[in-house]
């Protein structure tokens, strides 16, 4: 076990996938003896489980196995919105915290099973909260400080959460977002099943308090003891559950059990970013997403390493801050996403440049694709071209990275997400879900089962099925187009589903459908995502108003294409906002009534050359009126 952090090379690699894929029960045997079990399984897969018999729990694995050989290492770096805001909890320390956290909420009647909305801005006490649902065997459910009270009380109502843990307020920048009143609204839109509501003072700001209900955290975590016994989980527990999109309106709460997903983000984190003892991680995501639970709070502690979290954004107060950051904090790994390089990049290169950036090893990508462009930026101007780029393909229900360029694993080729981790086996189907072999695009699928995998859908296993198993029968369907080049690398194009993917966060069409028929004036709608300089994707919406006429009214349009703004922004939040609005008299369908979306785009786009055969359409009149009346 000693040499796994090694940096690997091409041979060990190959060696590994082999072995992985030739014998995977005995390859994921000896593999999660990176855990630490209370009682150790006696075999690997099971069906969709992993690891039935043994027991574990991941705060044990984060905290308590780490005392004894890392006990005064730094475990936490937090760096506040403010330059002096800096925090740097020991292992020993976190393990205080999580243990007070912990205690506190099983005084508020909290156990196994129950779920714990966590709604926190990128401070320490997000990780801390979910590391003391673990120990206790709660399944905390961590919802983006940017969803709408309307989305939060939605995800509430599913998750059938009893307690949650907010704070007064969030910062981005100079803005303050009111995530306490947000929560009480959500709660009192649908969040019957909440009891207790603990506030994190972030601000100070006074927050509205519900006696009975809400409480100040910090007293009661004053009070609470340091010591925490920690619950036995099987490995098939359930962790967590966390909400993403798809192609319904209706959020899915993807579900990760303990063993298999933590052997996962360890396994992956210590491979993918070639993991070493005196590392600074900084990973910029929110917790909010499935890459904040994997890779800033779960693989990097399970690993031992020392995690840095920031509270503020990339280029406030000054172009700078990041490189700031990194330089003072000595980073040696930076993971983030492409959407924040190519803001960075705008701000020029002699930014980063006045930076000692020489404690940079290794950086990643993850959430969208990257270009030649980006990636070169962040290989040479960064990087100084000696840090390996690792962009790093997977998704919430993967639990962590599926296919990387792998340090040491051979060469990287700008923006492709190349090879598979040893023990993932990609295929490409092609329209006929035959296999494509050899060069060629294709949708992607996995073609095996990998400790990671989410087990299901919370409270809706029928549409796990329907979503991941059944499209394309034998194989986990991910919603990714993909192409194989001659090499055999593979180079993720996009989603093949009605998923947009605005700054790498899934937003599902149906979602801003759904937001836009709540408001009774449209009678239909079609959202879909356009490149964006910045975003990488961008939202245009359609939508058809009751009134037919409104279309040709142009007030009347305008307060209708601000209504639909609105609307997104309520049902949604504004992170999803879309970019523009087109009030149109109707929407291009097939004869069985399907909307054609790749007609929308292409008008969106101002690509009207070749639509294709039209004559399919219920209307085919209707496509030039459109092209007219939006491109003029
Ligand atoms: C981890 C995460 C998943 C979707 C995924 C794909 C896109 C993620 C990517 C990438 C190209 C990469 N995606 N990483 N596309 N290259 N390196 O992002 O999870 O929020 O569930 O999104 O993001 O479309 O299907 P999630």
Redesign the pocket.
């Known amino acids: 076990m000693s040499d796994m952090n090694a940096l690997l090379d091409p041979a060990r690699f190959a060696d590994l996938t082999t072995r992985a894929a030739r014998d995977p029960e005995t390859f994921w045997s000896d593999e999660a003896r990176r855990l630490e079990w209370i009682a150790p399984p006696s075999h690997a897969r099971n069906g969709r489980g992993w690891f039935s018999d043994g027991l574990l729990n991941a705060s044990a694995n984060c905290l308590d196995r780490h005392l004894a050989t890392r006990g005064d290492k730094v475990a936490l770096i937090f760096q506040g919105e403010d330059e002096d805001t800096v925090l740097r909890l020991t292992y020993r320390d976190l393990h205080a915290q999580v243990c007070r956290m912990a205690n506190v909420l099983r005084d508020h009647g909290v156990g196994k099973g129950d779920r714990v909305a966590i709604h926190l801005p990128s401070v320490p006490e997000g990780v801390i909260a979910m590391l003391a649902c673990a120990r206790i065997g709660a399944m905390h459910v961590v919802l983006f400080g940017g969803f709408s009270a309307e989305a939060l009380a939605d995800r509430l109502a599913d998750s059938g959460a009893r307690l949650v843990i907010t704070a007064d307020m969030g910062r981005r920048g100079a803005k303050q977002i009111p995530l306490k009143a947000t929560m009480d609204r959500a709660i009192a839109l649908r969040g019957e099943s909440v009891e207790t509501v603990l506030v994190v003072a972030v601000t100070g700001e006074d927050a509205p308090m519900t006696p009975g209900r809400d409480h100040a955290l910090t007293p009661l975590l004053e009070v609470a003891s340091a010591a925490c016994t920690l619950e036995p989980m099987s490995a098939d527990d359930n962790l967590f559950l966390l909400y993403?999109s798809g192609s319904t309106g209706k959020p899915k709460g993807m579900v990760h059990a303990t063993g298999g997903y933590l052997l996962w983000a360890a396994y992956t984190h210590a491979l993918a970013f070639d993991h070493r003892e005196d590392d600074v991680f900084w990973c910029t995501a929110d917790i909010g997403?499935?890459?904040g639970h994997s890779y800033l709070t779960y693989g990097p502690l399970a690993n031992g390493g020392t995690i840095l979290i920031f509270e503020g954004m990339p280029s406030h107060p000054h172009p700078g801050r990041w490189w700031d950051v990194a330089q003072k904090h000595r980073v040696t790994t930076l993971y983030t996403s492409p959407t924040a390089i190519r803001a960075l990049m705008r701000e020029g290169d002699d930014v980063p440049a006045r930076h000692d950036l020489s404690a940079l090893r290794v950086l990643g990508?993850?959430?969208?694709?990257?270009s030649a462009e980006a990636w070169t930026w962040f290989s040479t101007v960064i990087g100084k071209g000696r840090c390996p780029v690792v962009?790093?393909?997977?998704?919430?229900?993967t639990g962590g990275i599926m296919i990387a360029p792998i340090p040491g694993s051979g060469t990287a080729k700008p923006g492709a997400?190349m090879r598979p981790l040893p023990g993932v086996q990609p295929i490409l189907l092609d329209e006929r879900a035959q296999p494509i072999t050899g060069a060629g695009e294709g949708v992607l699928c996995i073609t095996n089962a990998w400790p990671g995998q989410a087990r299901t859908i919370w409270r809706d296993d029928a549409l796990f099925c329907t979503t991941y198993l059944d499209p394309y029968p034998g194989y986990y369907f991910?919603?990714?187009g993909a192409r194989r080049d001659e090499d055999g690398d593979l180079w993720?194009t996009?989603?093949v589903d009605d998923?947009i993917?605005v700054s790498?966060?899934?937003i599902g069409s149906a979602e801003i459908e759904d937001a836009l028929a709540a408001e009774h004036v449209f009678a239909e709608s079609a959202a879909i995502g356009i490149p964006h300089d910045l975003k990488g994707q961008g939202i245009v919406v359609y939508v058809v108003p009751r009134e037919t006429a409104a279309a040709d009214d142009a007030e009347r349009a305008e307060a209708l294409a601000k209504q639909a703004i609105a609307a997104v922004g309520k049902r949604v939040g504004r992170y999803a906002a879309p970019e523009q609005v087109f009030v149109v008299p109707d929407l291009p369908k097939t004869r069985s009534g399907k909307i054609v979306r790749r007609l929308l785009r292409k008008i969106a786009c101002n690509e009207t050359e070749g639509l294709g055969d039209l004559s399919t359409l219920a209307d085919p009149e209707l496509v030039p009126a459109l092209i007219a009346k939006i491109l003029g």
């Open positions: 993403t997403w499935i890459t990508t993850v959430g969208e694709p990257i962009d790093t393909w997977w998704q919430t229900e997400a991910t919603g990714d993720i996009g989603r998923v993917n790498g966060h899934r």
